[in-house]
């Protein structure tokens, strides 16, 4: 199986000892936490590739690791891969760490599904306000559905969000009670690391001292791990939905390839185009963000992968809904820029309480084009005519 190193966060200094072609005995040591100087992401990362090692000693042990670690919600942001949230949602069902889940943009349908099922009655109403992850998992309805903790109004505001969307799935006429999760996993106070009695126990085909330390602390059951991972795939490949030529950042679009995506994106449900918005290329960004759906062209403001260069393009045009211009002026990062400054002022397009507030904030040559700009409201070239007229004197 390929592994993507780099989605999951494995810097080149651990890669050694995770790959499938390093000794037993160095990935038993990893597996089992032996991972120095690896911080909480990389150890994530580095834990879950083990749990796909071909060698069952290998696997068991990391899979046990991954059970047992502390502080996992430190480890996982909105760059954390689909697969690893997965896996963490299924033996680590805790209501903190589902709340934080569900909020990672790239989460798959079936975890969002299965922590909508379980979820309590304020996470409901977190999943049913969230429009986005609603669009994006439609089913999440039917698990809320299926949630006996799920009122009955938090129901009925995401099945009217959704039916306003034309998204609604078919839904059951009547409300049946749900099997209720597995308790959520205490947290463990982290054990200390000894790095030469992990190696010394590795070679010597004993289990890892940290590794059982940790398992007294969470009791954690490697035996019952079958049933607390029904149906899941190691599987990289499970959740690439999108195609290469949406998703390569490297890819230079022909006219041809350019038309294939734009029909490709046109034939998406609104959800689908909220999370390729997340996780598309710069080809894909430019083609959603003019979508006539403002929470899609709302979406590649959000995604946090726009260039520089990106979002001074897109202060400066036109054919964008003034929405969307506003969620860039709020983006206090890019606001901090003049070329940013300067396309949004020069934007009729931008709203008056956005723009009036950064015209004392260019340059005279700029003021001067302003005061001349016809496309602009009034109150722009008259605030700018006095500023050049002030800066003169």
């Known amino acids: 199986m390929s592994i993507p190193w780099d989605k999951l966060d ?3 200094g651990l ?12 990935r038993l040591a990893a597996a089992g936490g032996a991972l120095p100087g690896a911080g909480p992401e990389a150890t994530l990362g580095a834990l879950y590739a083990l ?17 047992a670690l502390p502080d996992v919600a430190r480890a996982i942001n909105q760059r954390t891969h689909p697969k690893v949230l997965e896996l963490l949602s299924n033996m680590r069902p805790d209501p903190a760490l589902d709340e934080q889940i569900l909020q990672i943009r790239a989460t798959n349908d079936r975890t969002a599904t299965r922590i909508a099922e379980r979820a309590s009655a304020k996470l409901c109403e977190i999943i049913a306000d969230n429009h986005a992850r609603l669009l994006i998992t439609p089913d999440i309805a039917l ?17 009217a969000f959704l039916r306003m969307n034309n998204e609604l799935p078919e839904m059951p006429t009547e409300r049946a009670g749900a099997v209720r999760s597995a308790t959520a996993v205490p947290p463990a106070k982290e054990p200390a690391f000894d790095l030469e009695a992990e190696i010394e ?16 602390l969470t009791m954690f059951n490697v035996d019952n791990l079958g049933p607390a991972l029904p149906g899941f795939s190691f599987d990289f490949k499970e959740d690439d939905e999108f195609g290469m030529e949406l998703m390569d950042d490297e890819m230079q679009a022909t006219d041809e390839v350019r038309l294939s995506i734009e029909k490709k994106i046109r034939a998406m449900s609104a959800g689908k185009k909220i999370k390729l918005a997340f996780l598309g290329n710069k080809e894909v960004r430019n083609i959603l963000i003019r979508d006539r759906s403002k929470m899609v062209a709302s979406a590649v403001v959000k995604s946090g992968r726009l260039t520089d260069a990106e979002v001074v393009s897109h202060a400066g045009n036109r054919n964008l809904y ?11 990062e890019w606001v901090r820029k003049y070329t940013v400054q300067a396309a949004l ?5 931008t709203p008056i309480s956005v723009s009036v507030p950064l015209v004392s904030r260019l340059h005279e040559k700029d003021l001067v084009a302003l005061s001349r700009n016809k496309n602009v409201t009034s109150t722009l070239t008259q605030m700018a005519t006095k500023l050049v007229k002030e800066k003169a004197r």
């Open 10 to 12: 494995i810097p080149d």
């Open 345 to 349: 002022v020069s934007n009729p397009r």
């Open 322 to 332: 003034p929405e969307i211009l506003r969620e860039i002026a709020a983006n206090k």
């Open 201 to 216: 126990a590795a070679l010597e085909g004993r289990a890892s001292p940290m590794l059982e330390a940790r398992q007294k």
């Open 51 to 67: 749990a796909c090692d071909p060698d069952t000693s290998v696997r068991e042990r990391a899979i046990a690791s991954l059970g």
């Open 143 to 159: 698990a809320l559905h299926r949630n006996p903790q799920c009122a009955e109004a938090t129901l009925e505001r995401a099945l």
């Open 15 to 26: 890669r050694p000892m995770v790959d499938p072609a390093a000794p037993q005995a160095l």
